[in-house]
T-cell receptor, first 109, second 114 residues
């Protein structure tokens, strides 16, 4: 079956770095997405990876290893506003997104 | 103005009532989606449409129906609402012409069925 695994919750300190991991199993693969979702709000797009390697976008970076079915989202210089859930989603061969349950990131001062 | 809008934003209804949730977009995207989100679960796809004449069932379509009235409008109906349909509902759009087919979400509708 198709499956996405990511930690349920993580805690980090303001100004620090945190890495949120995601493993996936899908029928075919057309890319890996990361979204940010603040409580009660819509998910907003953060990053997309389809090739192996690291994509950097400001304080956020995303990594993909297709052979390992693994991705991570790296957040640097954490700010209080980064407290949110981070959703990992893999696109399968039918171009459908398979979603993880999300990782709730708590930032402490 | 928001690119993807949903109405209503909140709705409380009773078991057995028919409910319609509406989604409109100004992004010019061909593809539209309806998801529900429950605490502790990932987003689950209810229905999706790749163009006006195309409607497809998603993972959890039972108890729901949809209508794609125009490229910009995609409505979700609950024919006879039940309490376990209480959830946060999101509409999303995407365009395969964009390299990544990234989905963009509306603000959500919080539905409570009593």
């Amino acid at each position: 079956g198709q499956n996405i695994d990511q930690p349920t919750e993580m805690t980090a300190t303001e100004g620090a770095i945190v890495q949120i991991n995601c493993t996936y199993q899908t029928s075919g693969f057309n890319g890996l997405f990361w979204y940010q979702q603040h409580a009660g709000e819509a998910p907003t797009f953060l990053s997309y990876n389809v090739l192996d390697g690291l994509e950097e976008k400001g304080r956020f970076s995303s990594f993909l290893s297709r052979s390992k079915g693994y991705s991570y989202l790296l957040l640097k210089e954490l700010q209080m506003k980064d407290s949110a859930s981070y959703l990992c989603a893999a696109m399968d061969s039918n171009y459908q997104l398979i979603w993880g349950a999300g990782t709730k990131l708590i930032i402490k001062p | 103005d928001a690119d993807v809008t949903q109405t209503p934003r909140n709705r409380i209804t009773k078991t057995g009532k028919r409910i319609m949730l509406e989604c409109s977009q100004t992004k010019g995207h061909d593809r539209m989606y309806w998801y529900r989100q429950d605490p502790g679960l990932g987003l689950r796809l209810i229905y999706y449409s790749f163009d006006v004449k195309d409607i497809n069932k998603g993972e959890i379509s039972d108890g729901y129906s949809v209508s794609r009235q125009a490229q910009a409008k995609f409505s979700l109906s609950l024919e006879s609402a039940i309490p376990n349909q209480t959830a946060l509902y999101f509409c999303a759009t995407s365009d395969l012409a964009e390299d990544t087919d990234t989905q963009y979400f509306g603000p959500g509708t919080r539905l409570t069925v009593l």
